[in-house]
Nanobody, 123 residues
């Protein structure tokens, strides 16, 4: 059983970069597809990025693919989201997540979720 815990969210200025981390405990997540979702206040939870179990393919929301980069470290049981040129509209709670199947951009298809970490981008 894998447990996911996000960290790294904080206040940051527009245009700057930030890296979020997700650590797995209890079991290796090497066989899981991993992803990130985010939720702004009053908005639906939306897909950000995913990375497959073999570290051979990644997917991004179309509006984010030029600014965000997802990666994973098998040895450390860590997954990361690098966010560049942050904008005010990137503000929200960011969640790491995992599923046993392949890529999905639908939140309901993911099996495990972290508690979220707050990212606030100011002008």
């Amino acid at each position: 059983q894998v447990r996911l815990v996000e960290s790294g969210g904080r206040l940051i200025q527009s245009g700057d970069s930030l890296r979020l981390s997700c650590e797995a405990s209890g079991h290796s997540f090497n066989t899981f597809t991993l992803g990130w979702f985010r939720q702004a206040p009053g908005k639906e939870r939306s897909f950000v990025a995913s990375i497959n179990r073999d570290n051979t393919n990644t997917h991004y929301a179309d509006s984010l693919k030029t600014r965000f980069t997802i990666s994973r470290d098998y040895a450390k049981n860590m997954m990361y989201l690098r966010m560049d040129r942050l904008r005010q509209e990137d503000t929200g709670v960011y969640y790491c997540d995992a599923r046993n199947g392949g890529h999905s951009d639908y939140a309901g298809e993911y099996d495990l979720w972290g508690q979220g970490t707050q990212v606030t981008v100011s002008s």
